[in-house]
C-alpha cells in the first residue's frame, strides 16, 4: 500500500464494490392495468440500502504478514463483491473507505451517520482504535474477518455483549453477501408500511411499540376506500388477470368464473392501494369485520402480491405480517402463513392455510404448481391451492412481540393432498424434538415459513435489534 493511500486518500471503490446493477434481486412488479414502482429488492420499494463498508487495516503489520499490500488485499474483496454484484443489487455503499487512523473515521463521519448500517472487513493486526471509533456511532454493525486477519477476534464476542455488532469469521468470502442481510432487514422494516382493512380500531400500544422499535408504518383502511378501490379496476383488467390465473392453473376445481374475476378485481384494487400509499403490505380482517364485506375474498390477491415481491397477509394478523417482512428481508423470499397440526409418528409439524404463495423462491423463481379450489372450511371463495418443493429445507417463525422471536427449523417431507385442514399444505420433519415443539407450543396458531434454513440470518437480525430468539423444538 503507497504511503499517500495510507495517510491521505479517501478511496472511493464504488466502481468495483459497490456497483449497482438490476440483477437478480431487483424486480419490476408485474400490473396488468399499468405498471407497478420499482421494488428495489423483494419486500422494498423506496430507497436502496445505505451501507458504509470500511476496511480496517495498517500498513507493513505483524499479522497476517508484514508484507501484505494492501492494495492488493483490497482488491480480492473488491473482486468479490463485483462478482456477487446481484446480490448487492439494492445497496449503496455510502463509503468504501480503508480506514487505518482514527483520523480517517473523523473524515468519513458523515458517511457513517448517513449510513442504515457498517460493514467492517477486519485486514490487519493493530486495529483497535478504529474499531472502537467506529463502534462509537452505535450503528448496527457487521464485522467480517478472515482467518489470519489479526489478534483482534478473540474481543470479538466482547464487543458482541455491548454493542450493536454481529460478527462473521469466515474465509468464504461470499459470506459477504451474508453480511449485508441484516443491515437491509433494518431498512426495509423502516420503509415499510403496512395497510390493513378492518372496521376494528387498531391496537395503540402495539402500533406504538413496532414504530419505535423497528420504524415500519401501520395504517388503517376502511372498507369504503377498499371498494371505492375495486370499483376503479375496469372490468377488462380484471378479466384479462383472472383468464391469466385461470391459465396458469393446473385446473380449476369449484370456483365459477364470476368468483374468480371479483377476486381478481380485488387483488388489482390491493394493488392500486398500495401504490397510493407507497406501502409494502397489506392485509384485511377477513375473518372479522371484513367477512362478506369485500366484493371477495382477498386470497388471490394476496398470494398474488407474494409472488411479486410485496406481502398480502391473511386475518390482520400483525405478529405474522412483521415476521413475513423480517423473513423477507433477510432471505428474498415470499412467507407461508399457516395453522399447523402435529404428526408425531412422523416428527413432524403439518402447516395448511387456504392462501399459498406459488413463488416460494422470490419474484424471479419458478412458480410452483396450482389450483384454484375454495377456501377449505368456508367452501366459498377463490383460492390457490399451492403445491411445493419436497426436500425443501425450511423456517418457521413468529415474532411474540417487538422483543421476542420463536422459530424453529425443518425440511418438506411431503405436500398432502387431502380434503381436511387447510388447502395448502406441507408435512415438515422438525429438526430437534417435534414432541418437545408441541409441548413448548404458545401464542397462537400462526407461523410464518419461507424456503430455507436462514437461522443464522435471523440470529444476526434479532442480534443487532436486541431480540431473544428462542429455538421451540
Not at 483490497?74 to 448487492?88: G, P, S
Not at 406441507?426 to 404458545?442: C, H
Request: aromatic letters at 6%; proline letters at 4%.
Amino acid at each position: 500500500m503507497s504511503e499517500s493511500l495510507n495517510r491521505r486518500n479517501f478511496i472511493q471503490l464504488s466502481a468495483a464494490g459497490g456497483a449497482l446493477f438490476l440483477g437478480a434481486s431487483t424486480i419490476l412488479a408485474h400490473r396488468a392495468h399499468g405498471g407497478s414502482p420499482l421494488l428495489v429488492s423483494p419486500g422494498c420499494r423506496s430507497s436502496k440500502v445505505k451501507i458504509a463498508k470500511i476496511y480496517l487495516g495498517k500498513a507493513k503489520p505483524h499479522w497476517p504478514t508484514p508484507t501484505l499490500d494492501l492494495n492488493e488485499e483490497i482488491a480480492k474483496y473488491e473482486a468479490e463483491f463485483t462478482r456477487l454484484r446481484d446480490d448487492f443489487a439494492d445497496v449503496d455503499f455510502v463509503a468504501s473507505q480503508l480506514v487505518d487512523s482514527v483520523d480517517r473515521v473523523k473524515e468519513i463521519a458523515p458517511k457513517i451517520q448517513e449510513a442504515d448500517g457498517i460493514l467492517l472487513i477486519h485486514l490487519t493486526i493493530g486495529i483497535s482504535a478504529e474499531l472502537q471509533a467506529v463502534m462509537d456511532f452505535k450503528k448496527p454493525t457487521v464485522l467480517f474477518a478472515a482467518p489470519y486477519s489479526g489478534h483482534e477476534w478473540v474481543g470479538f464476542g466482547q464487543w458482541e455483549k455491548k454493542a450493536p455488532v454481529t460478527c462473521l469469521l469466515t474465509s468464504d468470502l461470499s459470506q459477504l453477501a451474508a453480511a449485508v442481510r441484516p443491515l437491509r432487514a433494518i431498512h426495509h422494516l423502516r420503509e415499510a408500511r403496512l395497510l390493513n382493512i378492518t372496521a376494528r380500531e387498531m391496537p395503540a400500544d402495539y402500533l406504538a411499540a413496532i414504530k419505535e422499535k423497528f420504524g415500519t408504518d401501520m395504517i388503517q383502511i376502511t372498507r369504503e376506500r377498499a371498494l371505492q378501490a375495486y370499483e376503479s379496476i375496469s372490468d377488462a383488467d380484471a378479466k384479462a388477470e383472472a383468464q391469466k390465473l385461470i391459465a396458469e392453473a393446473d385446473r380449476v376445481v369449484e370456483p365459477g368464473e364470476d368468483e374468480i374475476f371479483r377476486s381478481c378485481k380485488l387483488a388489482l384494487a390491493f394493488e392500486k392501494l398500495m401504490n397510493e400509499e407507497n406501502a409494502t403490505v397489506i392485509t384485511a380482517d377477513c375473518y372479522g369485520t371484513m367477512y362478506r364485506n369485500l366484493p371477495a375474498f382477498p386470497c388471490i390477491g394476496f398470494t398474488r402480491l407474494n409472488d411479486m415481491g410485496l406481502a398480502g397477509i391473511c386475518e390482520s394478523d400483525l405478529a405474522s405480517a412483521m415476521t413475513f417482512m423480517i423473513m423477507q428481508a433477510l432471505s428474498g423470499k415470499p412467507g407461508f402463513i399457516s395453522d399447523p397440526t402435529m404428526d408425531l409418528s412422523l416428527d413432524a409439524a403439518i402447516l395448511a392455510h387456504c392462501l399459498g404463495s406459488t413463488k416460494m423462491d422470490g419474484p424471479r423463481g419458478a412458480r410452483a404448481p396450482y389450483r384454484i379450489r375454495t377456501i377449505m372450511e368456508r367452501q366459498e371463495g377463490a383460492v390457490m391451492q399451492v403445491f411445493m418443493r419436497k426436500g425443501e429445507k425450511v423456517t418457521q417463525a413468529i415474532l411474540t412481540n417487538p422483543n421476542r422471536l420463536l422459530y424453529f427449523t425443518g425440511e418438506i417431507i411431503d405436500t398432502p393432498d387431502t380434503d381436511r385442514g387447510c388447502r395448502t399444505k406441507i408435512t415438515v420433519k422438525v429438526d430437534g424434538d417435534a414432541e418437545k415443539l408441541w409441548k413448548n407450543w404458545s401464542h397462537g396458531l400462526h407461523r410464518v415459513t419461507c424456503y430455507g434454513n436462514i437461522t443464522k440470518d435471523l440470529q444476526r437480525f434479532c442480534h443487532l435489534k436486541n431480540i431473544e430468539m428462542i429455538d421451540e423444538a
